[in-house]
């Protein structure tokens, strides 16, 4: 058999979370979604035309994707996935099987509304409604550009959940690895050899020196931090405090998590520390390709002065 499209797995996976309503791993949830669809060893040897993931794990993720974004399901953490009480409502009312039209609303919703409007429908009263699939006037008449551009939008999110997942399992020493080659390819430093990582005992706070110059005149100071709880003030004045000591002038802060709203208050008080949550690491990580490949699409256009008389 050949590996089903990603949207037979949106079924097992939800059932397999009601298995587990206080959240299980990620590749857990995908592997018991293959199992469920009887695929073979071979199916689950079958990888993207990009040869950087097997298909059924990336069906199964865009089945979470589309779950997720139905209100069905959610991310708690980097690679755990967890049913939310609506999922679970769902699976008390369809225990055996979920109707063909219920599931074709978890696809048409999860494609034409966004988190915020689902959950707007959700306090509303609306998410008992499954007789008909949601399609927008705007979404059936659409330009192929705009239906272009919110699939590549799509694909970003998708790509950036992926990476977080990926650097939440990966050594802090790897990952303090990840963020200089970002730096680098940002444009700082003249060379890689520029970019140094100093962390270990006794850094001081210090993950990475950049020289923004050959004779290392000025340079920025680095501290890195994969972490899944929100970073807090008193780790960037820590950070501060390492900075006061090099004499340094610039700082970057960069986490896989989130910083609370008093760490942000801190860093924009003292003027020189830079910020970088895990959402804006992993779309810089897209837009500089660190550990992401990018493939070209040629859109065809008319060039209307060619056919100028």
């Not at 293959?34 to 079958?46: I, K, M, S, V, W």
């Not at 990336?58 to 953490?77: C, E, F």
């Amino acid at each position: 058999m050949s590996v089903p499209t990603y949207d037979k797995f949106i079924e097992p996976v939800l059932r397999y979370l009601a298995l587990h309503p206080d959240g299980v791993a990620a590749f857990d949830a995908r592997d018991a979604a293959a199992n469920a669809l009887g695929l073979t060893e071979e199916d689950r040897l079958l990888v993207l035309p990009s040869g950087r993931q097997l298909v059924y794990r990336n069906r199964a993720g865009w089945a979470h994707d589309r779950l997720k974004r139905a209100g069905l399901s959610s991310a708690p953490q980097w690679g755990v996935w967890k049913i939310t009480p609506e999922g679970r409502q769902l699976i008390a009312e369809y225990p055996r099987t979920l109707p063909e039209p219920v599931l074709e609303r978890i696809t048409s919703v999860a494609l034409d509304k966004t988190l915020e409007e689902l959950a707007a429908d959700r306090a509303a009263g609306n998410a008992g409604e499954t007789s008909q699939p949601v399609v927008s006037a705007e979404a059936a008449t659409v330009s192929p550009e705009e239906r272009l551009g919110s699939a590549l939008e799509e694909m970003r999110g998708t790509v950036a959940a992926e990476i977080l997942d990926l650097l939440g399992r990966v050594s802090p020493t790897y990952f303090e690895a990840v963020v200089l080659d970002v730096l680098h390819k940002m444009g700082y430093g003249t060379s890689r050899s520029d970019v140094q990582r100093v962390g270990g005992s006794g850094d001081g706070g210090i993950d990475g020196v950049i020289s923004l110059d050959r004779l290392g005149l000025e340079k920025v100071y680095v501290q890195a931090k994969r972490w899944q709880s929100a970073v807090g003030r008193p780790e960037i004045q820590g950070f501060f405090g390492a900075l006061a000591g090099q004499r340094a002038n610039k700082g970057v802060f960069i986490t896989t998590s989130t910083f609370t709203q008093q760490a942000l208050d801190f860093a924009k008080s003292v003027e020189r520390i830079v910020l970088v949550d895990g959402k804006r690491l992993a779309q810089l990580m897209i837009d500089h390709e660190v550990g992401v490949t990018s493939r070209t699409v040629r859109i065809p256009r008319i060039d209307s002065d060619y056919f100028e008389e």
